[in-house]
C-alpha cells in the first residue's frame, strides 16, 4: 500500500460526504431558482456551478493529500501575492453592483477578496503558530496580536475600500476565532472587543456609505413594525421575508410557477447567490431549511472536531479559521434573509452560485482534512519546540 494511498483511505469520509451532500444540494438550489428564466445565462447558471465544483474537488484532494505543513514555505508568498492582486484591483478592477472587486482575466471574472481570505487564514496560523520563534520580543502577546492585527486589517481596509462591506465584515469572526486559540490571553481579546465596541458610532457615521446606513436603518424600522417603503430600500428584505414565511412547513414544491422568485420579486441575478435561502425556504419550507441547517452544524462540528486532534497548533488554528470563515458566512447570509443582520452582498458556502468562492471553500476545507489525516504522524522538531516556548 503506498502512501499516498494509506491517506486516502485514512481521510475522514463522513466530513467528505457532508461536504458533497451540501454541494450537490447546492446545485439543485440554483437549478430551483433559475429554471424559469428565459435568458440561457441565467438558466445554465447550475452547470456553471456544477463545473466549479469539480475544479474544486481538484484542489479540496491535492490540499488533503499533501501534508498542511507545506504552508511554513508557501503560505507567506501567496499571503502577499495575494493583497498586491487585491490591492490592484481595488482600484483598477471591473464594478459589479457598484463593487469594485473582480478583476476580468479575459474569459471570466474572479474576485480576489476571496482568494485573500484564504490566504489570510493560513498567513494568520503561520504566524500566531510561529512567530514566537523569529525573535524573543514576539513572545510577549500584545506583539503577536500587533502583527497578526497588521495581516487581517490591510485586506480588511483594502475590502472595505472596495464598497464590499459583506467581505469585510467575514474578517473580524475569522480573526477573533484565531486570536482566541492563538494563545492570546483573555484580557487582550475584552480590550479589543470593547474599543471596538466605543468605535462603532464613528465607524457607521463616518465610515458607511448613504445606502449601507439605509440598509441597517431599514432592518432597524421593520423589526420594530414601522411603516417602511417596500418599493424602496426594503424591497429586498421584504420580499425574501415573504418568500421564507410563505413556503410554510412543506413549502411550495419544486417548479411551483406560484412562488415569489418565479413571479420575479426576487431579483435573478441575486437569486442564485446572496438570496437563495429565501428560495430554498420558499420551495422546500421549513423542513428543507431546518435540513440545510442541520448540514451546516454538522459540517462546522466535524471541523471542531478535526482541530480537537489535530497534532499541532499550526492545524488547529488552520481548522479553526476555516470554522470562522464559514461560520460567518452562514450567519450574515441566512441571518440577512430573517432580519437577523442588515443585507449584505455574502454568498453561502457550497450552496450560492460562485466560481471564485466555491474554489476557495473547497480548497481550504481539503486542508481541513489534511490535518485529519496527517494527526497521528509525528510532530518535527519545529512543532515540539513551539510547545516549549509557550510552556
Same mark, same amino acid.
Given at each position: 500500500?503506498?502512501?499516498?494511498?494509506?491517506?486516502?483511505?485514512?481521510?475522514?469520509?463522513?466530513?467528505?460526504?457532508?461536504?458533497v451532500a451540501l454541494?450537490?444540494?447546492?446545485?439543485?438550489?440554483?437549478?430551483?431558482?433559475?429554471?424559469?428564466?428565459?435568458?440561457?445565462?441565467?438558466?445554465?447558471?447550475?452547470?456553471?456551478?456544477?463545473?466549479?465544483?469539480?475544479?474544486?474537488?481538484?484542489?479540496?484532494?491535492?490540499?488533503?493529500?499533501?501534508?498542511?505543513?507545506?504552508?511554513?514555505?508557501?503560505?507567506?508568498?501567496?499571503?502577499? &501575492?495575494? *493583497?498586491?492582486?487585491? +490591492? #490592484?484591483?481595488?482600484?483598477?478592477?471591473?464594478?459589479?453592483? @457598484?463593487?469594485? %472587486? !473582480?478583476?476580468?482575466?479575459?474569459?471570466?471574472?474572479?474576485?480576489?477578496?476571496?482568494?485573500?481570505?484564504?490566504?489570510?487564514?493560513?498567513?494568520?496560523?503561520?504566524?500566531?503558530?510561529?512567530?514566537?520563534?523569529?525573535?524573543p520580543v514576539f513572545?510577549?502577546?500584545?506583539?503577536?496580536?500587533?502583527?497578526?492585527?497588521?495581516?487581517?486589517?490591510?485586506?480588511?481596509?483594502?475590502?472595505?475600500?472596495?464598497?464590499?462591506?459583506?467581505?469585510?465584515?467575514?474578517?473580524?469572526?475569522?480573526?477573533?476565532?484565531?486570536?482566541?486559540?492563538?494563545?492570546?490571553?483573555l484580557r487582550y481579546?475584552?480590550?479589543?472587543?470593547?474599543?471596538?465596541?466605543?468605535?462603532?458610532?464613528?465607524?457607521?457615521?463616518?465610515?458607511?456609505?448613504?445606502?449601507?446606513?439605509?440598509?441597517?436603518?431599514?432592518?432597524?424600522?421593520?423589526?420594530?413594525?414601522?411603516? &417602511?417603503? *417596500?418599493?424602496?430600500? +426594503? #424591497?429586498?428584505?421584504?420580499?425574501?421575508?415573504?418568500?421564507? @414565511?410563505?413556503? %410554510? !412547513?412543506?413549502?411550495?414544491?419544486?417548479?411551483?410557477?406560484?412562488?415569489?422568485?418565479?413571479?420575479?420579486?426576487?431579483?435573478?441575478?441575486?437569486?442564485?447567490?446572496?438570496?437563495?435561502?429565501?428560495?430554498?425556504?420558499?420551495?422546500?419550507?421549513?423542513?428543507?431549511?431546518?435540513?440545510?441547517?442541520?448540514?451546516?452544524?454538522?459540517?462546522?462540528?466535524?471541523?471542531?472536531?478535526?482541530?480537537?486532534?489535530?497534532?499541532?497548533?499550526?492545524?488547529?488554528?488552520?481548522?479553526?479559521?476555516?470554522?470562522?470563515?464559514?461560520?460567518?458566512?452562514?450567519?450574515?447570509?441566512?441571518?440577512?434573509?430573517?432580519?437577523?443582520?442588515?443585507?449584505?452582498?455574502?454568498?453561502?458556502?457550497?450552496?450560492?452560485?460562485?466560481?471564485?468562492?466555491?474554489?476557495?471553500?473547497?480548497?481550504?476545507?481539503?486542508?481541513?482534512?489534511?490535518?485529519?489525516?496527517?494527526?497521528?504522524?509525528?510532530?518535527?522538531?519545529?512543532?515540539?519546540?513551539?510547545?516549549?516556548?509557550?510552556?
Open positions: 500500500m503506498t502512501p499516498l494511498f494509506r491517506k486516502f483511505i485514512g481521510s475522514n469520509w463522513l466530513l467528505f460526504a457532508n461536504i454541494a450537490v444540494f447546492g446545485v439543485f438550489a440554483i437549478y430551483s431558482a433559475c429554471w424559469m428564466r428565459e435568458d440561457p445565462e441565467l438558466s445554465n447558471k447550475w452547470r456553471y456551478q456544477t463545473l466549479w465544483l469539480l475544479i474544486g474537488l481538484v484542489g479540496y484532494f491535492g490540499a488533503s493529500l499533501i501534508d498542511y505543513r507545506w504552508i511554513r514555505r508557501l503560505g507567506l508568498p501567496f499571503y502577499i &501575492v495575494s *493583497v498586491i492582486v487585491l +490591492a #490592484y484591483t481595488t482600484f483598477f478592477g471591473t464594478s459589479v453592483y @457598484g463593487t469594485r %472587486g !473582480w478583476l476580468n482575466i479575459g474569459f471570466m471574472l474572479i474576485q480576489p477578496s476571496q482568494i485573500t481570505i484564504g490566504a489570510g487564514i493560513i498567513a494568520l496560523a503561520l504566524a500566531l503558530s510561529t512567530m514566537h520563534l523569529v525573535h513572545r510577549n502577546p500584545f506583539m503577536r496580536l500587533l502583527v497578526s492585527g497588521a495581516i487581517m486589517a490591510v485586506p480588511f481596509l483594502l475590502v472595505l475600500k472596495q464598497g464590499d462591506l459583506g467581505s469585510a465584515i467575514v474578517w473580524i469572526p475569522v480573526y477573533g476565532a484565531m486570536i482566541l486559540v492563538g494563545n492570546i490571553p481579546f475584552a480590550v479589543i472587543i470593547l474599543t471596538a465596541t466605543i468605535f462603532l458610532p464613528f465607524a457607521y457615521f463616518f465610515g458607511l456609505k448613504e445606502y449601507q446606513k439605509k440598509r441597517i436603518t431599514t432592518q432597524i424600522e421593520m423589526l420594530q413594525g414601522k411603516r &417602511v417603503n *417596500v418599493l424602496g430600500e +426594503a #424591497y429586498n428584505a421584504y420580499n425574501a421575508l415573504l418568500a421564507i @414565511g410563505s413556503g %410554510g !412547513w412543506r413549502g411550495k414544491g419544486f417548479k411551483n410557477p406560484d412562488t415569489v422568485n418565479h413571479k420575479g420579486f426576487i431579483s435573478p441575478h441575486t437569486a442564485i447567490n446572496d438570496f437563495i435561502f429565501p428560495v430554498l425556504a420558499e420551495v422546500h419550507g421549513f423542513r428543507g431549511s431546518l435540513l440545510l441547517l442541520g448540514g451546516f452544524l454538522l459540517l462546522l462540528m466535524q471541523c471542531l472536531h478535526v482541530a480537537f486532534y489535530s497534532r499541532d497548533v499550526l492545524g488547529r488554528l488552520l481548522v479553526v479559521g476555516v470554522v470562522g470563515l464559514l461560520f460567518a458566512h452562514i450567519y450574515q447570509n441566512v441571518g440577512m434573509n430573517l432580519l437577523i443582520m442588515p443585507i449584505t452582498g455574502i454568498p453561502l458556502p457550497l450552496i450560492s452560485f460562485g466560481g471564485t468562492f466555491t474554489v476557495i471553500v473547497l480548497f481550504l476545507l481539503g486542508l481541513v482534512q489534511s490535518v485529519w489525516i496527517h494527526r497521528i504522524e509525528p510532530e518535527p522538531v519545529e512543532a515540539r519546540l513551539q510547545v516549549e516556548h509557550l510552556e
